[in-house]
């Protein structure tokens, strides 16, 4: 069986080295994983479900300063019309 993982034209060797740590925290089987991922899904979705709700707050407040707004200026003009 041929990986072609390097090829003639170039090879770099930059004698790193690492340290193989293989314990209990970071080892995986498919369960472990299964749940992490679950965990994930379920931080996500939480989150986004955060953002939609401040997103809904930050509308109303926005729709809610828009009238105020609009209720001032009605208010503030002249209770004899325009002046000359």
């Excluded at 379920?42 to 986004?48: A, P, S």
């Excluded at 953002?51 to 407040?61: Q, S, Y």
Aim: a positive charge; one cysteine or more; proline letters at 1%.
């Amino acid at each position: 069986m041929k990986l072609n993982l390097y090829q003639r034209e170039l090879i770099a060797i930059d004698g790193s080295k690492f340290r193989a740590s293989n314990n209990k925290d970071n080892c995986y089987n498919q369960e472990v994983l299964e749940k992490k991922i679950a965990n994930i899904e379920k931080n996500i979705q939480e989150y986004l479900r955060c953002i939609d709700e401040a997103d809904k707050k930050v509308l109303i407040r926005m729709k809610h300063s828009s009238e105020m707004t609009t209720q001032r200026m009605s208010l503030s003009e002249h209770p004899f019309g325009t002046v000359k």
